[in-house]
C-alpha cells in the first residue's frame, strides 16, 4: 500500500521545538519532492517547505526561515521537519506530500500523495 504517515506533532510551549516525521511505504521518497503544508482552522492549506527529488534544493516560506529545517533519511525512507523556536501563528494541522517528476512548487495539485496531518499547538 503507497502512503504517507506523518508523526511528532503535540502541544508545546511558545519557544519550543517539535521534530514531525513523515514516513513513507511502498514507494521511496528519493525519487519524489517532499513538502510540508499547514493548514490553520478556518484557512486554506499552505505551503511552509519542499526538498527537491534529485539535488536536494530546500525552500522555507518565510515565516519559518531560519526557525523550520527539512532532512531527507534515505535510508529510513523518511523525511524530518525541525521546527524551533515556535510560535503561537504556527498552531496548524501539518501534512506532508509527496510529489512524483515535479520540482520547486506548493501546487497542491502536483502532489501525489499526502499523509493524514498531524496537529502542531503552540500555547502556553
Known amino acids: 500500500q503507497l502512503q504517507l504517515v506523518e508523526s511528532g506533532g503535540g502541544l508545546v510551549q511558545p519557544g519550543g521545538s517539535l521534530r514531525l516525521s513523515c514516513a513513507a511505504s511502498?514507494?521511496?521518497?528519493?525519487?519524489?519532492?517532499v513538502a510540508w503544508f499547514c493548514q490553520a482552522p478556518g484557512k486554506e492549506r499552505e505551503g511552509v517547505v519542499y526538498?527537491?527529488?534529485?539535488?536536494?534544493?530546500?525552500y522555507y516560506v518565510d515565516s519559518v526561515k531560519g526557525r523550520f529545517t527539512i532532512s531527507r533519511d534515505s535510508a529510513k525512507n523518511t523525511i524530518y521537519l525541525q521546527m524551533n523556536s515556535l510560535k503561537s501563528s504556527d498552531t496548524a494541522v501539518y501534512y506532508c506530500?509527496?510529489?512524483?517528476?515535479?520540482?520547486?512548487?506548493?501546487?497542491?495539485?502536483?502532489?501525489?500523495?499526502w499523509g493524514q496531518g498531524t496537529q502542531v499547538t503552540v500555547s502556553s
Open positions: 506530500a509527496a510529489g512524483f517528476a515535479i520540482q520547486s512548487t506548493f501546487i497542491l495539485a502536483q502532489y501525489d500523495y
Open positions: 511502498g514507494f521511496s521518497l528519493d525519487y519524489y519532492t
Open positions: 526538498i527537491n527529488s534529485g539535488d536536494g534544493t530546500t
